[in-house]
Nanobody, 123 residues
Framework: QVQLVESGGGLVQAGGSLRLSCAAS????????MGWFRQVPGKQRELVAS???????NYADSVKGRFTISKDNAKNTMYLQMNSLKPEDTAVYYC?????????????????WGQGTQVTVSS
């Protein structure tokens, strides 16, 4: 059974940093696409960053230059380093993985999801 478990969320002041982790179990995701999505109440879940099975990365325009996605295949863990955080980054952040190597930007393409972790950025 595949499980994705996020950690690292919390409350931080604007301009601060957080690092989210997503530990995967039940399958090795080294060759599969993974991503980070976020959602605020009343809005659709949106892609923050994705990483393909071959390591290609993609970012939402709103986080380019501030966030970095990475994977440690030996640990079967994905990370999201978030710097220069802004109040508009406040959301529940979800880790996702899919049965394929290509990293799509739509959340419907992902098969597996974590439970989410809250990130709150105060002004």
């Amino acid at each position: 059974q595949v499980q994705l478990v996020e950690s690292g969320g919390g409350l931080v002041q604007a301009g601060g940093s957080l690092r989210l982790s997503c530990a995967a179990s039940g399958r090795t995701f080294s060759r599969y696409a993974m991503g980070w999505f976020r959602q605020v109440p009343g809005k659709q879940r949106e892609l923050v960053a994705s990483i393909s099975g071959i390591g290609s990365t993609n970012y939402a325009d709103s986080v380019k230059g501030r966030f970095t996605i990475s994977k440690d295949n030996a640990k079967n863990t994905m990370y999201l380093q978030m710097n220069s955080l802004k109040p508009e980054d406040t959301a529940v952040y979800y880790c996702a993985a899919r049965d394929g190597t290509f990293a799509y930007s739509d959340y419907e393409s992902y098969n597996y999801w974590g439970q989410g972790t809250q990130v709150t950025v105060s002004s």
